[in-house]
């Protein structure tokens, strides 16, 4: 029998408009209306871009990635979670920040870089927060290292952040990365949620 909590958890997710709206559009996660808005507001992708999707799985950001670049594009989804097929994404499941995961993504690409950078990645949350914190800036050092070995001179990278998991000097050090570094919290985000993303554009070494 499920706990009370559990069962206060399962009706909120039921009623949540995301939730139901990425049923009926057969996305895997409401997390998708997250990505759609920040596109439709930034115009991320592009017909015939490549994309690499960091911590991928359920899918629905792939999903949605893989119907704008349609056709000569590219999406490939990482994960270290099993992700099931997607048409038109390549899955590789394997964490990033496993040593040969930049020789694994080149294999995948054929050398060739990626227009956009997606990361909806978070870490194992404990509450502890010098260990999350720990957690999360491992995990942006493995983004910020692809980052300079996979996107393209002039691209985008969409990152999920945490406020107070060392957001600001994340912050600082992306923007040495990127012409412009935009922070947004999408609708789809939970107001209770401490999530934002940073929308970097223009890359530069
Ligand atoms: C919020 S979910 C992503 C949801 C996805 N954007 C979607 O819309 O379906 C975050 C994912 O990051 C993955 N993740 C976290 N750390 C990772 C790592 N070091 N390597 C690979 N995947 C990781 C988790 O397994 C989890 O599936």
Known sequence: MSRPRSRDWLKRHDADPFVRQSRAQGYRARSVYKLIELDEKLKIFRRGGYVLDLGAAPGSWSQYAASRVTGSGKVVAVDRLPIAPIS?????QADICAPDIIE???????????????SDMAPDITGISVADAAAFSEIADAVRDLSRTMLILGGIMVFKVFEGLESQAIAKEFSTSFTALRRYKPKASLGRSRELYFIGSGFRL
């Open 104 to 118: 694994t993504l080149g294999l995948e690409l054929a050398e060739r870089k990626v227009d956009v950078l997606i």
């Open 88 to 92: 038109g994404v390549s899955i590789i």
